[in-house]
């Protein structure tokens, strides 16, 4: 018996292999069928065993989730108790973040963030300093984002969910380091897109929609040519709008054409966009029915082992409305 990482199990659409807890007890027998429901209630084993037992299975990354696995997903999920004391990112800290991005000018130019830089790198070291002690302790993904929505509170987010994920997956400090100032500049492109179009955007418009397009690839020359920060973080603000499947832009990158960093902001990037769009959708109401929609969309735009570590995170039975975060 050999231990089982969960990234490591979340691969797989059929096991394998049998999954035992520590006691020795079965608890996913090879062959099976993976399903989301079946992979969140392993969140709750804190040790997890494999025993090979070779079988020719199709080992494929592709995971898709029907709906039918969606519906067993949210009947085998218990229901988890939410106390005030479970609730991570504080108004301290919300503050605190704040202030720092109250000294960010309008950024116009990329000499203005250039000028500036230091305020982000102050940002996210604040940002990974009261996030890093934190994971263990998150119930529910209203509890890691900023209700307020200002000038860089997206920014914000997408660092503190995009640096949670990174925790989680057990990257290294200077990795997290990285994605956390990514993640912060991830839309710094959008400063050279016409305030016309910033401000009265319509995703319907194909002119719209292809000017907001470049703010991918102007984000990564001024993160890589104007502030000469690593290869890492510019890809960020490249690829973040890519998709798995290849269906996203700029490049219509697919699976591992896509860095790991910039598939984890765009989990985190999607998922605030969801929260705060859901305004204007008849069908997204809690943050759980965001996850779902998440779910169902699977693998065509992102990274099966991501999402789930996102979803692990942000636990699927959150139900808080979205109008209160
Ligand atoms: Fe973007
Ligand atoms: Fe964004």
Request: hydrophobic fraction near 40%; charged fraction near 25%; proline fraction near 3%.
């Amino acid at each position: 018996m050999e231990i089982l990482s969960f990234q490591e199990l979340s691969r797989h659409t059929v096991l394998p292999f049998s999954v035992y807890n520590q006691e020795g007890s079965l608890l996913l027998k090879a062959g099976e069928t993976l399903t989301p429901g079946k992979l969140l209630r392993l969140k709750y084993v804190s040790v997890l065993y494999k025993h090979d037992e070779a079988l020719d299975l199709d080992l494929s990354l592709d995971f898709d989730f029907e709906d039918e696995q969606i519906q067993d997903f949210e009947e085998e999920e218990e229901e988890v108790v939410i106390t005030e004391k479970n609730i991570v990112i504080n108004n301290r800290f919300k503050k605190d973040i704040n202030h720092i991005f109250s000294k960010l000018p309008e950024l116009k130019e990329p000499a203005d963030v250039k000028n500036k830089l230091s305020v982000f790198f102050d940002a996210r070291d604040r940002i990974l300093a009261e996030v890093e002690p934190a994971i263990n302790k998150i119930i529910r993904a209203s509890d890691i984002r900023m209700p307020v929505e200002d000038k860089f509170s997206h920014e914000i987010n997408v660092a503190v969910l995009s640096i949670l994920v990174a925790q989680k997956l057990k990257l290294k400090k200077s990795e997290i380091e990285e994605i956390a100032l990514g993640a912060l500049l991830h839309d710094i492109g959008k400063i050279k897109i016409p305030e016309a179009i910033t401000t009265n955007f319509n995703p319907n418009n194909a002119q719209h929609e292809s000017i907001m397009q470049l703010h991918t690839h102007i984000g990564y020359n001024i993160i890589k040519d104007d502030l000469q920060l690593s290869e890492n973080t510019a890809r960020i603000a490249f690829e973040h709008h890519e998709k798995n499947d290849g269906s996203g832009y700029p490049k219509g990158k697919s699976g591992e054409l896509i860095s790991l960093h910039s598939q984890i902001v765009s989990v985190c990037n999607h998922f605030d966009n969801f929260v705060t769009n859901a305004n204007s959708s008849y069908e997204l109401k809690s943050v759980k029915d965001i996850l779902k929609k998440m779910l169902n969309i699977g693998s065509k735009w992102f990274f099966p082992n991501i999402l789930y570590s996102f979803v692990h995170l942000a636990s699927y039975n959150d139900t808080k409305s979205l109008d209160k975060i």
